[in-house]
């Protein structure tokens, strides 16, 4: 910062009154901007915030101290301070339960439960990585009726992600045992979203394509889920329509 003379910048009258003050000192003058928080401006402070929250999730699901702070280049330290600091993120133990993913939500956390489901009991990386590269809006978990969605992943032809028919089976068989013993089992995932061939609206089963159908044949008709929104368009027309089941 260069210096500036006194006499180039002020009237008269006001530079005889800052030299009853400060005649001949050096004077920092701030400005009148509200000031922002270091590394707002830079974008850095955003990262620092993702990278610790991807730390915490990967700590989350079994990675350890040691693994983390190669991946991440970082010492040991570090990492430990970022994964058990109560100035990061309150601890919360993740489950595969939809009162888990309920707890989570009520600390304003349901994103971050979503993505410690994919990279653990989900198995889908891939989709997790994906629902980061932009800004998503989380709803839910919400009750509503198993008769909007539809699976895109089966034996059958037209499925988008076709699958053998004996593991199908196989794998649905053994859900409906489960849920008829087990209530508490983790939302399903859906995207609503708006494109020219849905222009009034449509729901992607992304996660639960399996435990649909075991609930459509145990005659379940409703059942909690987490719908994931991306432009303010798409999330005003499912307000719209799906209001009643928004908490």
Request: with cysteine; aromatic share 14%.
């Amino acid at each position: 910062m260069k210096y500036e003379n006194g006499r180039d910048l002020f009237p008269e009258d006001l530079l005889r009154q800052i030299q009853k003050y400060v005649s001949g000192r050096l004077v920092y003058i701030p400005s009148s901007e509200k000031k922002r928080a270091w590394g707002e401006t830079s974008g850095y402070k955003q990262y620092l915030s993702e990278r610790n929250r991807d730390i915490r999730e990967k700590f989350y699901v079994g990675a350890g101290i040691e693994e983390l702070a190669d991946a991440y280049c970082l010492s040991c330290e570090t990492i430990k301070k970022i994964v058990y600091t109560k100035k990061e993120a309150m601890y919360m133990q993740y489950r595969c339960a939809l009162s888990s993913a309920k707890e989570y939500a009520r600390q304003g956390r349901l994103e971050e439960w979503v993505h410690l489901y994919l990279l653990s009991d989900g198995h889908n990386r891939e989709f997790s990585e994906g629902l980061k590269l932009y800004e998503r809006r989380y709803l839910g978990p919400m009750r509503m009726p198993l008769s909007l969605f539809k699976r895109c992943c089966g034996p059958e032809e037209t499925m988008r992600w076709q699958v053998d028919k004996a593991w199908f089976e196989k794998h649905v068989s053994e859900l409906q045992e489960v849920i008829q013993r087990e209530r508490d089992m983790p939302p399903l995932i859906v995207h609503y979203f708006i494109d020219a061939e849905h222009t009034d609206g449509c729901f992607e089963l992304n996660d639960g394509n399996h435990r649909l159908e075991a609930y459509t044949r145990l005659g379940i008709e409703e059942y909690e889920v987490v719908v994931w929104i991306t432009e303010k368009s798409e999330y005003d027309s499912f307000v719209k329509k799906y209001a009643e089941y928004m908490d």
